[in-house]
């Protein structure tokens, strides 16, 4: 087995792209979590998100409404969870999982009455890729990050200011107190109820990015559940990350690898016994479980988490 499968370039490359969409749902759920609501349709907004990001590409052939649109449908979804979980303080875990099972249901219906078994067209425009030229030159480096796809780019971008925001700004300061401790931010006038619908909404919106980096970024296409439970695994993100733009990007990119691993080893043989297949496509998940399961008793999250709050005045 030589280390090109390992660490190669095209390794490294492909851990970049199956990341991203990860990553953009561990960043919403550091958002939505931060603020104390545990946004479970992640996975849903993902899959709205991907869905009707290619029905705006179809309908409009422009890929920057496609892109608007599909986080507007995001966002409509986390609104929801938002409503369900803030306003009528139902149960985060039950609504979220509700919502999931809203968009499965609805993108496969809508899926099959607007295209049939024929599938989305072939000829939808898509995510830009963002050639660095001056890279081409520079082994490894050069064929690793110097053609990634533009939402590689703005995940990254993302990462970093959201980091900033939550950790070196008094907006963020807020969003973080709400999350810890509600009602004492309430007795200086945060309005907790306003900053956790906003943390929700935009939750929804990076999430939507992820799954339309999936249709219009790299399958340029939709098929039913294509999220693949990327929305989970970005929670799993969150949860090794600790709550952090950076740390959930780490932990992506952990997974992401984990993924490109199992690609990259197809076809290899350890000794005279080939590496089966599925037990290679096991691995993503296997890394998950192993990720929540050793970081989860060791991180804290945030005191509110979950936790449904009742104002005391109107905000």
Request: net charge neutral; aromatic share 8%.
């Amino acid at each position: 087995m030589s280390w090109e499968l390992l660490v190669g370039a095209s390794v490294l490359a492909a851990t970049l792209r199956l990341a991203t969409p990860i990553a953009l749902a561990a960043l919403g759920g550091v958002v939505t979590e931060r603020s104390g609501v545990t946004n479970i349709a992640l996975e849903g907004c993902m899959l709205a998100g991907a869905f009707f990001g290619i029905v705006a590409a179809d309908r409009s052939r422009n890929i920057w409404i496609a892109l608007a649109i599909a986080v507007l449908a995001g966002v409509a979804v986390a609104a929801l969870h938002a409503y369900a979980s803030i306003t009528l303080r139902s149960d985060q875990i039950v609504s979220g999982m509700a919502l999931n099972i809203l968009a499965l249901g609805l993108t496969t219906y809508l899926d099959y009455q607007l295209y049939g078994t024929t599938g989305t067209p072939a000829d939808l425009p898509g995510l830009p890729d963002l050639r660095l030229d001056f890279l081409s030159g520079v082994p490894y480096v050069g064929e690793a990050i110097g053609g990634q796809n533009s939402m590689v780019w703005v995940m990254l971008l993302l990462v970093v200011l959201l980091q900033v925001f939550l950790f070196r700004t008094v907006a963020g300061l807020r969003v973080r107190a709400v999350g810890e401790h509600p009602r004492a931010a309430e007795t200086v006038g945060i309005r907790v109820r306003r900053i956790r619908y906003a943390a929700v909404i935009a939750s929804g919106a990076l999430a939507a990015l992820g799954g339309a980096y999936l249709s219009l970024g790299v399958a340029h296409s939709f098929t039913d559940g294509m999220t693949g439970g990327r929305g989970f695994i970005g929670l799993a993100a969150m949860i090794f990350g600790r709550w952090t733009p950076v740390g959930a990007l780490v932990a992506s990119l952990i997974f992401g690898y984990g993924n490109a691993l199992s690609t990259s080893l197809q076809g290899t043989s350890i000794g005279d016994v080939r590496v089966p297949v599925q037990l290679l496509g096991t691995l993503p998940y296997i890394l998950t479980i192993l990720g929540v399961a050793g970081f989860v008793g060791r991180s804290r999250a945030p005191a509110a988490d979950g936790v449904p709050y009742e104002t005391e005045g109107h905000a």
